[in-house]
């Protein structure tokens, strides 16, 4: 059975795919973010390692079967290794925990100015993240 593809201009995205957020997703890999691979990740391939198409725009992908994506990739650690993970709003607000970034910084952050869009905000709480891995 083939995925349907994800259709822009009637689906409503479950994360932002949006360059932006990818760039910074890629920061927060480069500043040490670990995580564990796991069913209910999104994760984008910038280097183009996987070759079945995504059904989700620029190369981003869902983890729903670990084995499929350990198949692809060799193990666990090489998904880790060449994925790049992009948080959801609730892993990101969990991230932000586990570094100490307080409810009161993230709110802060949200309202120092006019947000336009609901991915703007994810980037802002991935900007947070990056601080504080950076300031470790």
Same mark, same amino acid.
Request: aromatic share 8%; charged share 25%; net charge negative.
């Given at each position: 059975? +083939?995925?349907?593809?994800?259709?822009?201009? %009637?689906?409503?995205?479950?994360?932002?795919?949006?360059?932006?957020?990818?760039?910074? %997703?890629?920061? +927060?890999?480069?500043?040490?973010?670990? /995580?564990?691979?796991?069913?209910?990740?999104?994760? /984008?391939?910038?280097?183009?390692?996987?070759?079945?198409?995504?059904?989700?725009?620029?190369?981003?992908?869902?983890?729903?079967?670990?084995?499929?994506?350990?198949?692809?990739?060799?193990?666990?650690?090489?998904?880790?290794?060449?994925?790049? /993970?992009?948080?959801? /709003?609730?892993?990101?607000?969990?991230?932000?925990?586990?570094?100490?970034?307080?409810?009161? %910084?993230?709110?802060?952050?949200?309202?120092?100015?006019?947000?336009?869009?609901?991915?703007?905000?994810?980037?802002?709480?991935?900007?947070?993240?990056?601080?504080?891995?950076?300031?470790?």
């Amino acid at each position: 059975m +083939m995925p349907l593809q994800f259709d822009s201009e %009637a689906d409503l995205p479950p994360i932002p795919f949006d360059e932006r957020n990818r760039r910074l %997703a890629g920061e +927060m890999k480069n500043a040490d973010l670990t /995580w564990k691979p796991h069913v209910g990740c999104f994760v /984008w391939d910038p280097d183009h390692h996987i070759q079945p198409a995504s059904p989700f725009p620029n190369r981003v992908y869902f983890i729903l079967s670990l084995k499929r994506f350990i198949d692809l990739m060799g193990s666990g650690e090489a998904i880790a290794d060449k994925l790049v /993970w992009l948080p959801t /709003w609730h892993q990101a607000r969990l991230i932000c925990r586990r570094l100490g970034i307080s409810d009161a %910084a993230v709110s802060e952050s949200l309202h120092k100015k006019d947000r336009n869009s609901p991915g703007e905000e994810l980037a802002q709480v991935y900007l947070l993240i990056i601080d504080a891995l950076q300031s470790r």
